[in-house]
């Protein structure tokens, strides 16, 4: 395996009792499981006995929280990187489950006649062009080590389709993309290949909250 990798981790579960695609909203931080399963991230990380040399997370309180527990294991500050941010969403705010879901409300299928694009927020190509370019910044200034970035569902999942060369375009409920999970990239001759995929929170799934964003 190369002697730099880039790893996508994507954050723990949030406090969201009344199941609200929360988006890019302040206030929606982790809750008591998902730093339990931030932890369990950290831990992967530690065990794997790579050199990590860079730390780096979207700006939102959910993924600087699931960051610290890995920059106290590995000893780096955390670098924010706005680029790897969650994208927005006209349902922001408004129920994403249940039979109140706002996806099942009339008066909002006007928002969802193009779902290649997609037509509720921003579109995926935006998305992975933002994303792949912000791993490259980080790979570019990376002399050696690797790389960790505290990201988002859907950013990792498009980085992980476009990487591939697959459609972007997808069902957002079929992303394997677990709650902290940690995807893992290497950069050979200028381009991306994902190498691996890890679910160090897996024993924490079952009974978690997962609806805030699309």
Request: proline share 7%; aromatic share 8%.
């Amino acid at each position: 395996m190369s002697d730099k990798l880039l790893h996508l981790v994507r954050h723990g579960e949030v406090y969201n009792p009344d199941r609200v695609l929360y988006g890019r909203l302040p206030g929606f931080g982790l809750s008591e499981r998902g730093h339990e399963m931030a932890e369990a991230a950290a831990r992967e990380i530690a065990a794997s006995d790579r050199d990590v040399t860079k730390l780096i997370a979207s700006p939102l309180q959910r993924a600087q929280q699931s960051a610290r527990p890995i920059a106290s294991v590995i000893g780096l500050e955390i670098a924010t990187d706005p680029r790897i941010i969650e994208p927005t969403n006209f349902f922001e705010g408004k129920p994403n489950s249940g039979d109140d879901s706002a996806f099942k409300q009339p008066r909002y299928w006007h928002r969802l006649w193009n779902p290649l694009r997609p037509s509720w927020g921003e579109p995926y190509r935006s998305i992975a062009s933002r994303v792949r370019e912000a791993m490259d910044d980080a790979w570019d200034a990376t002399r050696e080590g690797d790389i960790v970035m505290v990201s988002h569902q859907s950013p990792i999942w498009i980085a992980h389709l476009d990487i591939a060369s697959r459609p972007l375009a997808h069902n957002p409920s079929k992303r394997r993309c677990d709650l902290s999970s940690i995807t893992t990239f290497e950069r050979r001759g200028g381009r991306w290949f994902e190498v691996d995929y890890r679910s160090p929170a897996s024993g924490l799934l079952e009974d978690s909250i997962d609806v805030g964003a699309v």
